[in-house]
């Protein structure tokens, strides 16, 4: 996928764990360990503002594009 979640990357340079960014944003663990791990095809704005705002980042700080190397 061309689309790379680094979330965890910014939990810990914040030293947030995954239960307390859950609590503090609203979602469950699983979907939000789902999205640490790049097990995900979506992702809500909702969510994405509401994790910016808990780990006063933006959204390119979670978010990363790698371009897929095309074969000849």
Do not use: H, W
């Not at 061309?2 to 340079?13: E, G, N, Q, T, W």
């Not at 790049?38 to 780990?55: N, P, Q, W, Y």
Request: proline share 1%.
């Amino acid at each position: 996928m061309a689309i790379i979640l680094r979330l965890d990357r910014v939990m810990a340079d914040r030293k947030i764990s995954l239960n307390e960014l859950a609590a503090k944003v609203g979602i469950a663990n699983v979907n939000l360990s789902k999205l640490k791990t790049g097990k995900v095809s979506a992702i809500r704005f909702s969510t994405l503002e509401a994790i910016c705002d808990v780990l006063d980042c933006q959204p390119g700080d979670i978010l990363e594009y790698e371009r897929e190397s095309k074969s000849k």
